[in-house]
């Protein structure tokens, strides 16, 4: 199986449940594996771990619906 639509990283860098550099850590270690068009990464600013949950909604819903019009 092979995930031809990529990943997708959203984290609010003022989040106080899960530090911003865990995802940011992620991201670098796909790049740094040379999975840069396989991996995207989306820092919300000034959202936490709470008001980030719609924003990050309505982007993955819209990441979605683009990628079934792909189809």
């Known amino acids: 199986?092979?995930?031809?639509?990529?990943?997708?990283?959203?984290?609010?860098?003022?989040?106080?449940?899960v530090p911003?550099?865990?995802?940011?850590?992620?991201?670098h270690d796909f790049i740094q594996l040379n999975q840069s068009d396989k991996v995207e990464y989306f820092e919300l600013d000034g959202l936490n771990h709470d008001t980030g949950v719609v924003p990050w909604g309505v982007k993955t819903l819209i990441w979605f619906n683009e990628l079934e019009n792909k189809n």
Do not use: C, K, R, W
């Open 20 to 27: 911003v550099t865990e995802s940011q850590n992620i991201y």
């Open 1 to 17: 199986f092979q995930n031809i639509y990529g990943l997708h990283f959203y984290h609010g860098n003022a989040d106080d449940n």
